[in-house]
């Protein structure tokens, strides 16, 4: 029993330690994904990026997003014309998360099976507030995929939860891919089994 609570424990942390709200859409059906061969990334204009997303950071977003459209049979072309283009939107939001804790401090003994047990103090007794106020931030993705024949939007994904500071490249690296796992896992070209 203590082996599955165990389990059951760890499956629950890892599982709440990578969540992604991931959003894909279609937005016409009648397209074949498949179709498409090539892709190439749109230009990205660096003062258009938020402040703390520098182009490394952006280096790491297209490598992870490399590995799923390169899964899917995609060859990414640096010249000429490609059969997509790829567009990447960075956005982040800041939010302060507060955690009170209030301790409790009553006069006197305390209370236990047989009653109250301990010396006769009939003070208020007193409570402590302790706040603690962090700042996080939320990273959301948005990949847009476009057919530049048409000049029609053919894929739009979008994955927040995916630009969270991380403590070192190759965990901003693992975060990334999992992420464009999550965010490809209903893409309409599914990647080989392995």
Known sequence: MKKFV???????FLASCATYNVSAILPDKSVNMAQYKTYSYMDIDQ???PQSVSIAHVALIKSALDKQMAARGYKLTTTGTSDLLINLGIFLKYDK???AT????????????????GPMNYGWGSANTHVDINTYTTGTLLVDMVDPR???LVWHGSVSHVLEQATNQAKAEENLDKAMVALFKDYPVAAPAK
């Open 47 to 49: 003062s258009k990026l």
């Open 102 to 117: 209030t301790t409790f401090n009553m006069p006197g003994g305390w209370y236990g099976p047989y009653g109250y047990w």
């Open 150 to 152: 048409k000049n029609e």
């Open 97 to 99: 998360e507060a955690d």
């Open 6 to 12: 165990l389990f059951f424990a760890a499956a629950a």
